[in-house]
């Protein structure tokens, strides 16, 4: 869990937007969305799979081009 310390003359605004970085950078926000719905196994595969072709398929593209 991130942990934001802050200063004296520091506003909370302030603190907020670097607790906000800080879950950005650990990637708290794309966990919640990506659990946020139950994904049933064979879904989650489906588009592993596809995620895998489209990969392949922009790197061929890349070298075409």
Do not use: H, W
């Amino acid at each position: 869990m991130p942990e934001v310390r802050i200063s004296e003359n520091e506003t909370i605004d302030r603190a907020l937007k670097r607790f906000k970085k800080e879950c950005e950078k650990q990637g708290i926000m794309a966990e919640i969305k990506k659990r946020e719905f139950y994904e049933k196994p064979s879904v989650r595969r489906k588009k592993k799979k596809l995620a895998a072709i489209r990969k392949i398929k922009k790197r061929e593209n890349k070298f075409r081009g």
